[in-house]
């Protein structure tokens, strides 16, 4: 979707938005696929509820990419704009036990902020790529912690409603990689409370989570972390690699040789190769267990 052109791009700079043109979405993604299209950066929070308003009026579809590391994109030319919040020099403070944190923020930068200033808690968070928003909105968490635990207050644009709105912990549902948030909610800042602990302990802690996942994750390849969610008492990557998939492909994409619940692009992998890779061991995984596995992975398609 092009707006470069049209008449609402003058009055979108006025509301501090830099558009981008024609941006290819596989430089934006870890899982470097995604098609092409504008981008809009959000500069101005405040200016938020105008913006969306000029959208709806001229009907211009749009969705919103945070860190990009839990999205599988389309490819080619893409129907809608996708609307970015800066991530230089994201807020972040902390006041006590409580931080204050933008969405934009690097979910790992906001561990390592903290831990510094002796608040822990978030210490198997650590390796998690993305932003704290996106973390947020799908309850990220690794070796037994998530992030919902020690949220207090979302500050966040609600399409519903047109405006911004701050919704507090306690009103919002965080289960297993789902939260209570609209698909369309968009994230804004955070507050957290965390409990006291000495730096050194946290680093010991950070240090562990860091090095089980050296240990079993494909860190340096291209992927979107697990692809599917582990079923209800059981787990997704050892189904797989007992069905002797790892290495398996579709085209460029291919169950990840370390860990089989990762998804590579092991070069120049399409969409639509890494959907045909997903619904291959999908369909293997229900004939031979009878689990239909649901994605982990956020899927834009067309
Ligand atoms: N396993 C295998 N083969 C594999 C992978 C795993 O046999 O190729 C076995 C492991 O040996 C272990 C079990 O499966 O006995 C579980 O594996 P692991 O400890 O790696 O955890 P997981 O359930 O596969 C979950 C999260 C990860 C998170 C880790 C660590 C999901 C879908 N995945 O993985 O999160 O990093 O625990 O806490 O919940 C993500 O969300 O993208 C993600 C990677």
Redesign the pocket.
């Known amino acids: 979707m092009r707006i470069s052109e049209k008449p609402l791009a003058a009055r979108l700079k006025e509301l501090g938005v830099e558009l981008h043109a024609g941006v290819s979405l596989s430089e934006k993604t870890s899982l470097g696929i995604g098609g092409t299209t504008d981008e809009l950066v959000l500069r101005r929070f405040d200016t938020i509820p105008e913006v969306m308003h000029l959208l709806a009026d001229e009907k211009i579809p749009h969705r919103f990419l945070g860190g990009g590391t839990?999205v599988l994109i389309d490819d080619g030319e893409l129907p809608w704009v996708v609307l970015h919040l800066p991530t230089s020099q994201p807020g972040m403070r902390v006041e006590g036990n409580a931080a204050y944190v933008d969405a934009a923020a690097d979910l790992g930068g906001m561990v390592t902020f903290c831990a510094k200033r002796d608040l822990g808690g978030m210490e198997?968070l650590i390796?998690?790529p993305g932003s704290v928003g996106g973390a947020l909105r799908m309850n990220?968490?690794?070796?037994?912690t998530q992030i919902g635990s020690y949220v207090r207050e979302v500050e966040l644009y609600r399409a519903a409603t047109g405006a911004i709105e701050t919704v507090r912990g306690n009103d919002i549902r965080f289960d297993?990689?789902h939260t209570s948030f609209a698909p369309d909610d968009m994230m804004l800042r955070v507050k957290l409370e965390l409990p006291s602990k000495p730096f050194k302990e946290i680093l010991a802690g950070i240090r562990v989570c860091n090095e089980?996942?050296r240990a079993?994750?494909p860190l340096n390849q291209k992927s979107?972390?697990?692809i599917?969610?582990?079923p209800p008492g059981g787990?997704?990557?050892?189904m797989?690699?007992?069905l002797g998939l790892?290495g398996h492909r579709a085209g460029d994409a291919m169950v990840?040789d370390?860990?089989?619940?990762?998804f590579i692009n092991a070069g120049k992998a399409s969409c639509a190769d890494m959907l045909r890779l997903i619904d291959d061991v999908r369909e293997r995984v229900r004939s031979k267990y009878g689990v239909e596995l649901e994605n982990?992975v956020i899927l834009w398609k067309n």
């Open positions: 839990n198997g390796g998690v990220a968490g690794a070796y037994g297993y990689r089980k996942r079993s994750q979107a972390g697990c599917f969610k582990n787990s997704a990557g050892r797989i690699d007992e790892k990840s370390r860990h089989a619940n990762f982990e």
